[in-house]
């Protein structure tokens, strides 16, 4: 079964995901509506609006509803990190 990506209202849930490799060079893949913390710690991101942020103290299971183009390698220490569009 595949899902047609142009009827993705921004309101709606996300249905697709995609693991997270934080890089200081590379932007993701795709600009995800939430990242999923799988190992609690920092995130050092770039968000779409073009503003870094450091998120400190993240915990593991927590869904951040934010969207973000990078996830810097730099400043990083959560992990399995996963974004959903």
């Given at each position: ?7 993705q209202?921004?309101g709606?849930p996300a ?9 200081d ?5 795709f600009?995800?509506?939430a ?11 770039l968000t779409?609006?073009?503003?870094i942020v ?10 951040l509803?934010?969207r ?6 730099t400043?990083?220490t959560?992990?399995?990190l996963v974004?959903?569009y």
């Open positions: 079964m595949t899902v047609d990506r142009s009827h209202g921004s709606e249905v697709f995901g995609f693991i997270i490799s934080p890089s060079t590379d932007y993701l893949p600009v995800p509506r990242v999923y913390v799988g190992g609690s710690g920092t995130l050092a991101v779409a609006g073009g503003d450091i998120l400190v103290g993240t915990l593991v299971g927590t869904i509803p934010i973000v183009i990078k996830v810097f390698a400043g990083t959560a992990s399995n974004g959903f």
